[in-house]
């Protein structure tokens, strides 16, 4: 492994542990090994209430105020196929490193710790350096970073500020940073009547027609416009199904499901009364089952969103788009305990065959990441 200070050789130390979700695979003991070598105090917390154990790391630089955090996840989704390069050899092939997690988001996270120790050269901070890093960012996520989060709270411990470190750009480094997520619902309906012969329908109660009323209730107008910050939530359905292999028979159930990601003028909890009204207007007896994975929100532009913005520019030449698009990430749980930003590599290749990153973009954050550290915690 190269110096600390380069993030390639810590990038590649992490692809090659294969942490498929919920796999560690020896992720977070070589993190932990990186940054206690530069003074950092290393908590292991592991929690397994979702199912297999998850492993866990908090690293924290300093006792005073404010605790600048980092937050990101060595996880990774399953390879697939298509790779034409070892999805876990860390190859650099023309200036580019491949693997899976090289973007999201092993790459960010050498980034952070390589611009730790650049910051480190000239002195100690005035305030803390702090990594929450997960490895159920990917899967379910309820033994992760919220747990990470609780054990803060239960030990007194506040995190001041926080740069997610996802792979926000679409295309080029400095294009876009987070500022919000919208909030994202599951919704599984299922319309219960009665069998019958297709002959004779009015001898049965056919689920499917009041299935589809309901379906057209709830698509036939936009949830909103959207607004200064977030773009018009959207209703997407998911499947449609009868199950029904006889053609001459009607059912006696029919399922739908739909996805909703929704913006601030929402909350969960608003959209599913939305819901099972509309069901309910429709009659007859039908089930609802709502799943919110994550509530919709906002930091406003401030001091953060400001001081990241100014050290994107000056690296990069680009002013970054403030954006809330995309879908969920672990912010969803640091926003209720601080302010918080997400900002990372180019994002095209992940979850893709070939997953990729470019050298001089690791290069580049590592330096964003280095100023901001400079302007936040001295």
Excluded at 221 to 236: C, E, I, R, V, Y
Excluded at 254 to 266: E, K, L, V
Excluded at 294 to 319: D, K
Excluded at 321 to 329: K, P, V
Aim: hydrophobic share 40%; proline share 5%.
């Amino acid at each position: 492994m190269t110096g600390l200070r380069d993030p390639l050789g810590l990038a590649q130390a992490l692809i090659r542990c294969p942490s498929v979700t919920p796999e560690d695979a020896g992720a977070m003991d070589v993190l932990g090994s990186a940054l206690e070598s530069l003074g950092f105090s290393c908590h292991h917390i592991r929690s397994a209430t979702g199912g297999p154990e998850i492993r866990n790391l908090y690293a924290r630089l300093g006792d005073q105020a404010p605790n600048f955090c980092f937050a990101g996840h060595t996880d990774v989704v399953p390879v697939g196929k298509g790779w034409t390069v070892a999805p876990f050899a860390a190859s650099v092939i023309e200036g580019k490193l491949f693997g899976r997690g090289s973007s999201d988001m092993k790459g960010g996270i050498a980034c952070f710790v390589a611009a730790v120790a650049r910051r480190l050269e000239s002195g100690t901070p005035m305030g803390s350096i702090s990594l929450l890093i997960t490895g159920d960012e990917e899967g379910p996520a309820v033994d992760g970073t919220i747990k990470v989060l609780d054990w803060l709270a239960a030990r007194g411990e506040t995190i001041d500020a926080c740069i997610v470190g996802e792979p926000t750009n679409p295309q080029r480094l400095g294009e876009m940073m987070k500022i919000g997520r919208r909030g994202s619902l599951n919704c599984r309906l299922t319309v219960f009547g009665s069998q019958g012969h297709s002959a004779y329908p009015h001898l049965s109660d056919n689920p499917i027609p009041r299935l589809l009323d309901i379906l057209r209730r709830l698509t036939e107008a936009p949830l909103d416009q959207g607004n200064d910050h977030f773009q018009a939530s959207t209703l997407a359905l998911t499947t449609v199904d009868v199950g029904n292999s006889a053609t001459n028979v009607t059912p006696a159930e029919a399922r739908a499901g739909f996805n909703i990601r929704f913006n601030d003028m929402h909350s969960g909890a608003s959209l599913e009364r939305w819901i099972r009204d509309t069901a309910a207007a429709a009659g007859g007896a039908v089930e609802v089952s709502v799943e919110v994975s994550g509530e919709s929100f906002l930091t406003p532009p401030g001091a953060l969103s400001t001081t990241l913005a100014q050290a994107v520019t000056v690296v990069t030449g680009l002013v970054p788009d403030q954006s809330t698009t995309g879908g969920t990430s672990d912010a969803r749980f640091i926003k209720n305990h601080c302010p918080v930003v997400e900002f990372g590599l180019v994002g095209k290749t992940i979850h893709k065959s070939d997953e990729h990153v470019a050298v001089a973009d690791m290069e580049a954050l590592t330096e964003i990441y280095r100023r901001v550290l400079v302007e936040v915690v001295g």
